[in-house]
């Protein structure tokens, strides 16, 4: 039987800080819930982001070296409640229910069920999942990997994966011949990795935590901090302790970057205040108008600069950087001159004295850093906004020293770092050569598909196989509609996961469900327990050692279910020991060491350094890895990030989709939005009142949304609640990824082709 979602809805103001009593009761709450006040688990909380413990599964925040007695936030322990559930989904489960059944359960019941225990085949037959032995179902699978085309073959990543589970992956789809290697940064920080590298030669980040103690200015575009990374909000409380000043640009009021308690600060806590406020000024910038907010900052500096020129005093800009380090200057500043401030206040919805006093603080800042998240690089310029926030920190000279920077704020723990290994449908980006080198095969040397590239595949039926370690991805990807009906046509569907997703339940005609390890749990091989590692946001590398008993005997690790499927595929690979990596997974990290020498010397010596130690990161330095060895001014094409959006007399809004307190991307953990006072649903549409006026339609009032777009596509999605809601007008706003089958494949970044989700047109019909 379908289980029941609760029909009580609430929606309510939340007018508390983040952090404090709120998140600790909500965290409590939920473990109880889960039966999971247990043996262990606070003793393993305890070890979360430690030296001698494990790396949280949750986001990819940077671990301190001297880190707090409780080095998680909320949302951290939560993902690790839910890893460490006591419930379980095993073969009695689904023998119980067939997939056509399941696949009418909201996705946040498929999780709810537990871990998986079992390797499962999809029976067609019983339109069950049923038990099978790991040895028939790495033959078969290697049988049918074998059968297919390697260039008809994905190798999906989401980025949870170790960097020594990655490495391997990605060395046996290229041995097999394939160089489909998209992973989920392709739906959230590509714009980042296509347009920095252009800017300042380097694919990520150039700040370490330690410069946030040193910045006296902070920018906050595009990022949920308190719900996406909330121990940045520790470093950022200390930050505006010290007066910093936090600009932030969001077109929702955010709790998290408004007010915050700390919950592991007594005093703090016991204060009866309102807590620290976290944003000197926040300005609900238009969806889609940073590219103009951005324009407008950066002009009114030039301003500043030339009445400092006309009185003789110190210049604004840093001349002496913009000529040593930097090219594209003076076509930047007639980008600046040309653009009207008319247009920019319309774009970007924030008034000119509102930029003008952004720019006066920053002009007056020596170490500013600029932070971002996905309300940057979700949408059709993507890349620009990158680009954008870019120019203005080079105008000052915000890059390379100490307190100043660029800071992408990457999303799953390791998907950072799955790049640095090779996970990579580019080539260029890739030690190809030192591959063939090394392990004596012919690596395949053509661009592979990314994600969006996949999801058109698999629609035209040209790919012909998806092998996923982790992530749902038929759930996170846009175009839900097309892809879920196209999906079983797969001829092989092969998913290395924790728990039962949506994905799942779309079979092809061989369909495996392989269940692994967590990061939290004991892993032993050959020679003993093994520590794997990954890379968080700042580029600093950490071990992570997994003390919790496995939740089955039956499961395996994925750097060993990596290994037996290569072995399986391709017999004859006697160049590589893969089971002597197995056995001792440093071997693994020698050889990640040999292929990428720049990123990893001395790696077993280094990788359980307290706080990591730091890739080299050139453009940090002020080196800078670019064509031209210079920093590149990058003038933006459009002051708008979504150019091809019409809206002029239409009843068409832009809707941003976003992510709840109470969830982790499609993992859905519950219905209680806390920071934002929307509790019992996900199904709603958050609206200005003006436009709800506008179309006639009232609060509670349940609608219908459809894609403004001419393709001949139906993309609706029924039943959400009009709930008044502090957006600006012309945007709305509503749940990812109960929205994703408005999205259409081609609305994407350019280039770098990140699904533009915050930023789709749509209309509402009653
Ligand atoms: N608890 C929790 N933590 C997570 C995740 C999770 O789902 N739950 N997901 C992880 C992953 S994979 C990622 S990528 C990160 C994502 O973390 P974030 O980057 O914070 O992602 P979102 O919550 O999707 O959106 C960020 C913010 O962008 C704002 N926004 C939307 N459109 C615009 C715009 O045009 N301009 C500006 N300036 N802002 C805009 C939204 O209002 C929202 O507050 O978090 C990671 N951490
Ligand atoms: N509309 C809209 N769409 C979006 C976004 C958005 O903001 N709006 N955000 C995009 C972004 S930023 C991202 S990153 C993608 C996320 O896309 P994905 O990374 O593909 O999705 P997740 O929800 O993180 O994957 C959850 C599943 O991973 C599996 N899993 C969990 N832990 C492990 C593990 O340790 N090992 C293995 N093998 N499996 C595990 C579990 O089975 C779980 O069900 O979604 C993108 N889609
Ligand atoms: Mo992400």
Redesign the pocket.
């Given at each position: 039987m379908k289980p029941a979602v609760t029909d009580h809805v609430e929606i309510k103001k939340y007018d508390h800080p983040t952090g404090g009593w709120g998140s600790l009761s909500s965290l409590i709450r939920k473990a109880y819930g889960e039966g999971l006040l247990m043996s262990g688990i606070w003793s393993t909380l305890l070890k979360q982001n430690k030296a001698d413990g494990y790396m949280c599964?949750s986001c990819s925040w940077a671990k301190p070296a001297e880190p707090r007695p409780f080095e998680f936030c909320e949302n951290g322990a939560k993902a690790t409640l839910w890893?460490q559930t006591k419930l379980r989904c095993g073969p009695d489960f689904f023998a119980r229910h067939s997939v056509t059944e399941l696949l009418d359960w909201p996705d946040c019941e498929l999780?709810k069920q537990g871990r998986l225990t079992d390797p499962l085949r999809y029976n067609a037959v019983t339109d069950r999942y049923e038990p099978v032995s790991w040895n028939e179902a790495f033959a078969e699978i290697g049988m049918e990997l074998r059968r297919l085309d390697p260039k008809s073959v994905v190798f999906?990543t989401?980025?949870?994966?170790s960097l020594e589970a990655s490495f391997m992956y990605q060395l046996f789809a290229r041995i097999y011949g394939s160089s489909n290697l998209p992973d989920?940064?392709n739906?959230?920080h590509e714009s980042t990795s296509v347009g920095l590298p252009r800017s300042i030669g380097s694919p990520v980040g150039t700040v370490q935590l330690e410069d946030f103690s040193q910045c006296d200015m902070m920018f906050f575009f595009g990022h949920n901090t308190g719900v996406t990374a909330p121990r940045l909000l520790h470093p950022l409380q200390e930050a505006r302790e010290r007066n910093v000043p936090v600009f932030t640009f969001n077109p929702l009021p955010e709790r998290g970057l408004k007010r915050f308690k700390n919950p592991q600060n007594p005093v703090d806590m016991l204060s009866p205040g309102p807590g620290t406020k976290m944003s000197s000024d926040f300005f609900q910038v238009r969806g889609g108008g940073d590219i103009a907010a951005m324009t407008g900052i950066a002009k009114a500096v030039l301003a500043l600069d030339d009445a400092a020129r006309e009185q003789g005093s110190s210049r604004i800009l840093d001349i002496g950087f913009i000529a040593e380090h930097t090219h594209g200057f003076a076509e930047f500043e007639a980008y600046l001159r040309a653009a009207a401030w008319d247009d920019i206040v319309a774009r970007s919805g924030i008034a000119r004295p509102d930029l003008e006093h952004v720019a006066e603080v920053y002009s007056r800042s020596n170490a500013v850093i600029g932070n971002y998240g996905?309300g940057l690089t979700?949408h059709r310029h993507g890349t620009e906004n990158v680009q954008m926030l870019c120019n203005l920190l080079l105008m000052r000279g915000n890059m390379g020293k100490p307190g100043a920077g660029i800071s992408p704020l990457r999303?799953?723990s390791n998907?950072q770092g799955q790049r640095t290994v090779g996970i990579s449908e580019k080539p260029e980006l890739v030690p190809l050569d030192k591959f063939a080198e090394f392990y004596a095969f012919e690596p395949p040397r053509e661009k592979g598909l990314d994600t969006v590239e996949t999801c058109e595949g698999v629609i035209a039926g040209s790919v012909k196989g998806f092998v996923g370690?982790?992530?749902?991805?038929v759930?996170?990807?846009?175009e839900t509609g097309l892809v879920e009906k196209a999906w079983r046509r797969l001829g092989l569907h092969v998913?290395?996961?924790?728990?039962?997703?949506r994905s799942h339940l779309l079979p092809g005609a061989v369909t495996y469900l392989l269940p692994?390890l967590?990061?939290l749990e004991r892993d032993r091989q050959a020679s003993g327990d093994q520590t794997v590692s990954m890379e968080d946001s700042t580029a600093c590398i950490h071990g992570s050692f997994g003390s919790r008993p496995p939740v089955s005997p039956n499961l395996l690790s994925?750097p060993k279910i990596v290994a037996e499927l290569a072995k399986a595929t391709v017999p004859d690979m006697s160049s590589i020991p893969w089971d002597k990596w197995i056995a001792d997974y440093s071997r693994i990290r020698d050889e990640i060491e040999r292929c990428f020498p720049q990123h990893f010397r001395q790696f077993n010596k280094r990788f359980l350094t307290p706080g990591g130690f730091h890739r080299d990161i050139k453009a940090s330095k002020r080196i800078w890895e670019t064509p031209n060895k210079k920093a590149n001014f990058k003038p933006p094409t459009t002051l708008e990030t979504d150019p091809d959006i019409d809206v002029s007399g239409q009843k068409v809004l832009t809707l941003i989709?976003?992510?709840s307190n109470d969830q982790?991307?499609?993992?859905v953990y519950g219905y209680d939005d806390r920071l934002r006072g929307i509790h019992g649903t996900r199904m709603v549409l958050l609206m200005n009142e003006a436009d709800i006026q506008r179309f006639g339609l009232t609060a509670g009032q349940q609608i219908d949304l459809e894609t403004h777009a001419d393709d001949g596509v139906e993309r609706r999605v029924r039943g959400l609640r009009v709930t008044p809601y502090s957006v600006p007008q012309g945007n709305c706003a509503g749940y990812?990824?109960e929205?994703?089958p408005l999205?259409p494949l081609w609305h994407r970044a350019k280039e770098a082709h990140v699904?533009a989700?915050?930023s789709v047109p749509v209309r509402i019909v009653c």
């Open positions: 599964v890893d999780e999906y989401s980025g949870r994966a989920s940064s739906m959230c996905m979700q999303g799953h998907v370690l982790g992530g749902n991805f759930r996170a990807v846009p998913e290395i996961a924790t728990k039962l997703n692994c967590s990061r994925e989709t976003v992510r982790f991307n499609t993992t990812y990824p929205l994703n999205v699904p989700v915050k």
